[in-house]
């Protein structure tokens, strides 16, 4: 009988504020994979807003699976996939690195590389270019990271943030390349020390878990969010309702176009309601931090073990 798996990989917001390319925390929303080997490769996309006219060569899927078999000297058998995603595409919700992730798995598996979760941050962080997103995709939790110049990422882990998270999901796309070009190329010294200062705010405050002084330097971003906000969909006024109806801080997620709020958890239903009402053309999702990371489940006779 032949192998099945099923790899599930959680999406994530990236630098809550200020952490830009540093900070990442992973939410209860879900790409999944089910792979079983095959004589020719298909990916069959189940979930409807993934786009289906994609060829194999082009699938992102594919090409970092191929790519990270490459780097070990192994060839990728050919794959039939089943995708499912809860993460919408473009929107600052971590699709692309969940992609790479998972795809880093599925090389993983099907050629037997026995990679420790180590080369996956790193494999992942240095495709990404970034280690944000990925490394909150590979552990789950929150995660504080850097990538040094040769591409080896040291993460600081960080669980059981007790908050919640509302998204406020735009319905246009924002490439994260669109979104980088508009950041300048330099800062003078004096910003860059308020900046960094307010940076480093957010991450001891993250890591006392103070919720009220996370949503205060979440809001105090100096990096990117002055010059992307324009980018964005009701920016403002999503900060300034999401704060009268109770949110600690709100922030871009990622590069956008996705607004994030936290929140206490005791006030989530009625948060997303007002919200919801406020601004009617936003899908409003109510998300927790995800506590697993990746997770890789064998199928046997189609059932899970
Ligand atoms: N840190 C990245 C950015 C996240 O803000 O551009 C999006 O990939």
Redesign the pocket.
């Given at each position: 009988m032949s192998k099945k798996w099923q790899i599930t990989v959680p999406g994530s917001t990236?630098?809550l504020g200020p952490g830009?390319?540093s900070i990442g925390l992973s939410l209860n929303l879900y790409l999944e994979l089910t792979v079983s080997i095959a004589e020719q490769w298909e990916i069959i996309h189940v979930t409807d807003h993934l786009p289906q006219d994609i060829v194999i060569e082009d699938h992102l899927i594919y090409t970092i699976a191929k790519e990270t078999a490459a780097r070990f000297n192994k060839e990728l058998p050919p794959c039939r996939i089943e995708m499912r995603s809860e993460l919408p595409y473009a929107r600052?919700l971590g699709s692309s690195?969940a992609a790479i992730v998972a795809a880093i798995e599925l090389a993983n598996l099907v050629c037997n590389l026995q990679l420790s979760t180590q080369d996956k941050l790193n494999i992942s962080s240095q495709i990404?270019g970034?280690p944000?997103?990925a490394t909150a995709s590979v552990l789950g939790g929150l995660t504080i990271s850097q990538m040094d110049e040769h591409g080896v990422v040291d993460t600081i882990h960080i669980k059981d943030l007790d908050a919640s998270f509302v998204v406020f999901i735009p319905n246009i796309e924002l490439k994260?390349s669109k979104?980088?070009k508009v950041l300048p190329e330099q800062f003078d010294r004096g910003y860059a020390v308020r900046a960094s200062a307010n940076a480093n705010m957010l991450a001891a405050s993250l890591m006392l878990k103070d919720y009220e002084r996370i949503g205060r330097y979440m809001e105090s971003d100096l990096f990117?969010e002055p010059f992307r906000s324009k980018l964005i969909p009701n920016f403002d006024e999503i900060h300034c309702a999401a704060k009268d109806a109770g949110a600690y801080g709100t922030a871009l997620s990622?590069?956008g176009p996705t607004v994030i709020s936290i929140i206490p958890n005791d006030i989530g239903e009625q948060f997303v309601v007002k919200m919801k009402k406020q601004f009617p053309a936003h899908e409003i999702l109510l998300t927790k931090p995800d506590h697993r990371g990746i997770s890789v489940t064998e199928v046997l006779n189609d059932v899970l073990t």
């Open positions: 990236a630098n830009f390319d600052g690195a990404e970034h944000d997103n994260t979104a980088r990117h990622g590069a």
